[in-house]
């Protein structure tokens, strides 16, 4: 099966935690099945597109690792529209109407109030060449709508009514098999006929998106469920053009931890944000591939692991919850794993030892405490830093710096030198060592004491011992 598909951000914003799925989604359909992964950016809408917003998108997937094979703006394909848009009014689908909003929105209330369906009476599609002109030529301009098959009209062959004007809007089922949530139907009849083009001759979203996928070939469209009712318009859209459409797949949006949906916060969950954070690529993949699915959500190595028994078929019709604590959890077990290889010139650049063997030893020792990497930083500080220890027990601390042995030190040091100190003291047990960490690092808590000793060393230890600040 030969499979393309398309990650279609507009760049009005951020890429956040709710639009990166979909990419994610995408591109692992892309790469399991040996297909390609277009980047489309949807920025026809003039005022909201920027190109500092565009630069992020492309700067945020190529951090992910969200290589794209095809790249087109749709801006650049404006022309290609309007021969489109031509030639949906010569076939008499593509027609002109003249509503302000504000026209618009009082019609529907009178609509409503007379209880009838609050959707568009199809007035400019009854209006003569002599009216259209006459109404230009008072300076409006029209928007243009898509005539869907769903009302009786004056031309039909139904039989429908036309009260006072208003089309009879007839059930018109347009159904697809959802490769998510299975067998879908839109009843377009309910829906008014969509607006295609602005006034201002830009084209929107549901036409655009129909004109690239049929240009570009696309197989697939794997998107959010608040997209299903497009997809029904679009189907329609399709038809109309000739074109054999892609197959669809909607999953489920976002929620957070709480249930409640996530759009409020979306500003503060973007990628940019997470990367600056210091979350790993992997992390962010991982989390955003398995939420939602029938998959433990854990950390993956590479993009090829994640990609391997990827199915949409995995995918739940649930709302998928995202936990920033969960994305913490699956951040720092990542780290965990990494080896010091993986991690060694990042830990160069946050100042930790310049003498690999040493930060090797050290990476070694704190990873399991490292949520993200600059946590790395804070620990290098506890080693060979300035801190103020903690001195519970003066006459304890200090009997056990006389104890210390001579170097060289090694992983064994720390067990023979706390036998020492019980047998000198009788403590043992939290009485033992819970003192000794809060006098060498300052803390309640942290890496094992055992790989840290040495990483401190001995003329450390014993300022620390004594109550000195190091």
Same mark, same amino acid.
Not at 44 to 66: C, M, N, V
Not at 444 to 453: N, Q, R, T, V
């Given at each position: 099966?030969?499979?393309?598909?398309? *990650?279609?951000?507009?760049?009005?914003?951020?890429?956040?935690?709710?639009?990166?799925?979909?990419?994610?989604?995408?591109?692992? *359909?892309?790469?399991?099945?040996?297909?390609?992964?277009?980047?489309?950016?949807?920025?026809?809408?003039?005022?909201?597109?920027?190109?500092?917003?565009?630069?992020?998108?492309?700067?945020?997937?190529?951090?992910?690792?969200?290589?794209?094979?095809?790249?087109?703006?749709?801006?650049?394909?404006?022309?290609?529209?309007?021969?489109?848009?031509?030639?949906?009014?010569?076939?008499?689908?593509?027609?002109?109407?003249?509503?302000?909003?504000?026209?618009?929105?009082?019609?529907?209330? +009178?609509?409503?109030? =007379?209880?009838?369906?609050?959707?568009?009476?199809?007035?400019?599609? +009854?209006?003569?060449?002599?009216?259209?002109?006459?109404?230009?030529? @008072?300076?409006? +301009?029209?928007?243009?709508? #898509?005539?869907?098959?769903? *009302?009786?009209?004056?031309?039909?062959?139904?039989?429908?009514?036309?009260?006072?004007?208003?089309?009879?809007?007839?059930?018109?089922?347009?159904?697809?098999?959802?490769?998510? +949530?299975?067998?879908?139907?839109?009843?377009?009849?309910?829906?008014?006929?969509?607006?295609?083009?602005?006034?201002?001759?830009?084209?929107?979203?549901?036409?655009?998106?129909?004109?690239?996928?049929?240009?570009?070939?696309?197989?697939?469209?794997?998107?959010?469920?608040?997209?299903?009712?497009?997809?029904?318009?679009?189907?329609?859209?399709?038809?109309?053009?000739?074109?054999?459409?892609?197959?669809?797949?909607?999953?489920?949006?976002?929620?957070?931890?709480?249930?409640?949906?996530?759009?409020?916060?979306? @500003?503060?969950?973007?990628?940019?944000?997470?990367?600056?954070?210091?979350?790993?690529?992997?992390?962010?993949?991982?989390?955003?591939?398995?939420?939602?699915?029938?998959?433990?959500?854990?950390?993956?190595?590479?993009?090829?692991?994640?990609?391997?028994?990827?199915?949409?078929?995995?995918?739940?019709?649930?709302?998928?919850?995202?936990?920033?604590?969960?994305?913490?959890?699956?951040?720092? =077990?990542?780290?965990?794993?990494?080896?010091?290889?993986?991690?060694?010139?990042?830990?160069?650049? #946050?100042?930790?030892?310049?003498?690999?063997?040493?930060?090797?030893?050290?990476?070694?020792?704190?990873?399991?405490?490292?949520?993200?990497?600059? @946590?790395?930083? =804070?620990?290098?500080?506890?080693?060979?830093?300035?801190?103020?220890?903690?001195?519970? @027990?003066?006459?304890?601390?200090?009997?056990?710096?006389?104890?210390?042995?001579?170097?060289?030190?090694?992983?064994?040091?720390?067990?023979?030198?706390?036998?020492?100190?019980?047998?000198?003291?009788?403590?043992?047990?939290?009485?033992? *060592?819970?003192?000794?960490?809060?006098?060498?690092?300052?803390?309640?808590?942290?890496?094992?004491?055992?790989?840290?000793?040495?990483?401190?060393?001995?003329?450390?230890?014993?300022?620390?011992?004594?109550?000195?600040?190091?």
């Amino acid at each position: 099966m030969s499979v393309a598909v398309r *990650f279609a951000p507009s760049p009005t914003g951020r890429l956040h935690a709710g639009n990166i799925r979909p990419a994610v989604l995408n591109f692992m *359909f892309a790469r399991s099945h040996g297909g390609t992964f277009m980047l489309r950016l949807d920025d026809t809408d003039r005022e909201r597109s920027k190109p500092e917003f565009a630069d992020a998108i492309e700067r945020d997937l190529t951090w992910l690792g969200l290589t794209w094979d095809r790249f087109a703006r749709q801006s650049d394909r404006l022309a290609r529209y309007q021969e489109v848009a031509d030639q949906l009014r010569a076939m008499g689908r593509l027609y002109p109407c003249y509503e302000t909003a504000d026209e618009l929105d009082r019609k529907r209330k +009178r609509q409503l109030a =007379r209880g009838l369906p609050p959707i568009y009476d199809r007035a400019g599609l +009854r209006l003569s060449p002599a009216e259209r002109a006459a109404i230009e030529a @008072d300076g409006k +301009r029209p928007h243009w709508r #898509l005539r869907l098959d769903n *009302f009786d009209s004056p031309d039909s062959a139904s039989t429908g009514s036309a009260e006072n004007g208003a089309m009879t809007p007839q059930p018109t089922p347009v159904a697809w098999d959802d490769l998510i +949530r299975r067998h879908q139907t839109v009843d377009i009849g309910s829906l008014s006929d969509p607006v295609l083009i602005r006034e201002d001759g830009t084209p929107l979203y549901t036409f655009t998106s129909v004109v690239d996928d049929i240009d570009f070939a696309i197989t697939h469209v794997i998107r959010g469920e608040d997209h299903v009712t497009n997809t029904g318009v679009q189907l329609a859209l399709f038809a109309a053009l000739g074109a054999t459409p892609p197959a669809f797949a909607h999953h489920s949006l976002l929620i957070g931890a709480d249930g409640q949906a996530l759009s409020k916060r979306l @500003d503060s969950l973007s990628i940019g944000g997470f990367r600056e954070a210091g979350f790993e690529p992997m992390a962010v993949l991982s989390h955003a591939a398995l939420i939602g699915t029938s998959d433990a959500v854990e950390p993956r190595s590479s993009i090829e692991d994640l990609t391997r028994g990827y199915s949409l078929a995995k995918v739940s019709t649930a709302p998928a919850r995202f936990d920033e604590a969960e994305l913490r959890n699956v951040n720092a =077990r990542l780290l965990h794993g990494l080896a010091f290889d993986a991690v060694a010139e990042r830990l160069t650049a #946050l100042g930790v030892a310049a003498d690999p063997a040493l930060a090797r030893a050290f990476w070694e020792a704190v990873r399991g405490n490292v949520s993200v990497i600059s @946590d790395a930083r =804070r620990w290098w500080d506890v080693v060979a830093g300035d801190i103020t220890p903690v001195i519970e @027990d003066a006459a304890f601390t200090a009997k056990a710096a006389e104890l210390l042995p001579p170097e060289p030190w090694s992983a064994e040091t720390w067990s023979a030198w706390t036998n020492a100190i019980k047998s000198a003291t009788g403590s043992k047990g939290k009485s033992l *060592f819970h003192p000794l960490r809060l006098a060498l690092t300052g803390l309640d808590s942290g890496p094992e004491m055992k790989p840290l000793l040495p990483l401190i060393g001995r003329a450390r230890a014993m300022r620390r011992l004594g109550g000195l600040t190091t």
